[in-house]
């Protein structure tokens, strides 16, 4: 009690210094818990991303010898996949180029139409106005598609198929108005799609497919392995490669980009780690430099207290005391300040991240920067513990009275100088 009423007086009087080593404290857990959370929250962007861009994992096509389009043996082609291990879905998918009618507003356009089952629903549907119904004489629209045709769902779609065979004219009752992520090819937002039951007859193309897509067990994936993190992902390509033969040709843009994206990312890894040490090493200094400046300045008094018997346990405590009063004034509000901050200022980034990594990466990013503190109060700690009753009789001399001479101690500019690199370092 009396050493927490000693301590007290002394924080009193040197407000300045302990607003320093508080600050300190709080920028560099600050900084270190707002990379930790921003390096999670990027993690999970980073598998929603894959998801938006490509929902399933690889695409079978027919090996192209020409520029004309080829198509493969739906039947035949879907008997093979199904049959390799690791693969939990297939679906064939049909794509066409047909022409909208004309009329007095505009002109005849192109309209990309996919032919596709029912029952393949990968990917994300971010929304949708009337229902995903793809029987026949129906078809679902993309948002872009219908706002350039100006069409709503129970109107009806009239396309034309002017580059092959098969029907002239395609009629259907548009179903919905859908915007998905994932479940077809990227690049391409104004299109239509068909049950591929009704699309592949009207174009003369009954059982044929443009491509297969596949979809794989997603733990094959391993992101948390920067050198390979679609190796056993790629080795359920090549049995499917194999399975088929020369003439069909397996691509996954999915595998490509998780591999270059989380090869890219381990960098940003590394140096989360690396500022994981440097910026609580900064602010240690700083606390040192704090804790240093109180030793010296109590270097008679606790000189006094070992004259008087205390023990070393009671010094050090004094010295503990100080550093668990920066501690409990920095540590919470730069938890506070680093958990909040991404989340305010990259929400969108931030938007997929899971509250158990969020809380577990907070922890453990706190825990560092507590450890890397202590270990740069063992030397002032070390210090203080060194005094001795012979102190107090150096550090007095006879003027009629004991007067206290008092030492010049460590120069201020050091802090402060410190905290300006640690600023700028930050920044």
């Not at 270190?32 to 079978?60: I, K, N, T, W």
């Not at 109180?294 to 004259?307: C, G």
């Not at 907070?362 to 001795?388: E, M």
């Amino acid at each position: 009690m009396k050493a927490r009423a000693y301590l007290l007086r002394g924080v009193r009087s040197n407000r300045g210094r302990y607003a320093l080593g508080a600050s300190s404290v709080v920028v560099s857990t600050m900084i270190m818990v707002a990379m930790g959370v921003v390096f999670v929250g990027g993690q999970a962007e980073l598998r929603s991303f894959f998801e938006r861009a490509y929902a399933y994992d690889f695409e079978v096509s027919a090996a192209r010898m020409e520029t004309s389009a080829s198509y493969i043996n739906a039947s035949e082609a879907l008997e093979k996949v199904g049959g390799v291990e690791g693969v939990e879905e297939a679906y064939p998918l049909l794509a066409a180029v047909l022409f909208t009618l004309p009329s007095e507003e505009r002109g005849a356009r192109p309209l990309v139409v996919y032919g596709a089952s029912p029952s393949y629903r990968a990917g994300r549907q971010k929304s949708l106005d009337g229902s995903y119904d793809l029987s026949p004489g129906c078809a679902v629209l993309s948002q872009k598609a219908a706002g350039k045709l100006g069409l709503r769902p129970g109107e009806t779609l009239s396309l034309r198929n002017l580059l092959g065979t098969g029907s002239a004219q395609l009629n259907a009752t548009v179903s919905g108005v859908a915007e998905l992520e994932g479940r077809f090819p990227p690049g391409v937002d104004e299109y239509a799609v068909f049950g591929i039951d009704y699309l592949a007859p009207a174009l003369n193309l009954s059982g044929m497919a443009s491509s297969i897509v596949v979809l794989i067990d997603p733990s094959l994936y391993d992101l948390d392995n920067p050198s390979d993190p679609v190796g056993r992902a790629f080795e359920v390509g090549n049995k499917i490669a194999l399975r088929l033969g020369p003439g069909y040709t397996v691509a996954s843009m999915k595998g490509l980009i998780i591999k270059q994206s989380v090869q890219g990312t381990s960098f940003f890894g590394v140096m989360v780690y690396v500022f994981s040490v440097f910026f609580p090493a900064v602010a240690g200094l700083m606390v040192a430099s704090v804790l240093n400046l109180s030793v010296e300045d109590k270097a008679h008094d606790l000189a006094v207290l070992r004259l008087l018997g205390a023990r070393r346990a009671t010094v050090g405590r004094i010295v503990l005391l100080e550093l668990g009063l920066l501690l409990a004034l920095g540590l919470p509000i730069g938890v506070a300040l680093g958990a909040s901050l991404p989340f305010i200022l990259a929400g969108g980034i931030m938007s997929g991240a899971r509250p158990g990594p969020i809380a577990s990466t907070v922890a453990l990013q706190t825990l560092i920067s507590v450890g890397v503190l202590l270990l740069f109060s063992i030397k002032p700690l070390q210090r203080a513990l060194r005094s001795s009753p012979v102190d107090a009789v150096r550090r007095a001399r006879p003027l009629g009275a004991l007067r206290f001479q008092r030492g010049e101690g460590i120069d201020r500019r050091i802090p402060l100088s410190g905290l300006v690199v640690f600023v700028a370092v930050a920044y």
